[in-house]
Nanobody, 128 residues
């Protein structure tokens, strides 16, 4: 059974930093690209960042690329999202997702539909 388990999010003040993690089980982690998405209330799920299966390439959306960093530890089957300088508009439910892909990370991997597995999501609230 495949499971992607995000760490607890939380309530933080604007300007703070937060690191999310996502632990995977039930898949061969090293052959999956991993991504983070978020969904704000009343909005569609939004792509944030993706990291290639090997961890050698990453790609983040323009909206977060200067503040968010994605990384992974294949030995621990875990992907991370480091979020700095958080803003109230970063509020939402954050999801990790897995895509069985051996390509380099790119904007072509921003589509919700290409991901095979999803976590349950974790709530992040950024107060002003």
């Amino acid at each position: 059974q495949v499971q992607l388990a995000e760490s607890e999010g939380g309530l933080v003040q604007a300007g703070a930093s937060l690191r999310l993690s996502c632990a995977a089980s039930g898949i061969i982690f090293g052959i999956y690209a991993m991504a983070w998405f978020r969904q704000a209330p009343g909005k569609e799920r939004e792509f944030l960042c993706v990291i290639s299966y090997s961890g050698t390439s990453t790609y983040c959306s323009d909206s977060v690329k200067d503040r968010f960093t994605i990384s992974r530890d294949n030995a621990r089957n875990t992907v991370f999202l480091q979020m700095n300088s958080l803003k109230p508009e970063d509020t939402g439910v954050y999801y990790c997702a897995a895509d069985r892909s051996l390509t380099q990370a790119s904007g072509a991997m921003s589509s919700v539909g290409r991901y095979d597995y999803w976590g349950q999501g974790t709530q992040v609230i950024v107060s002003s």
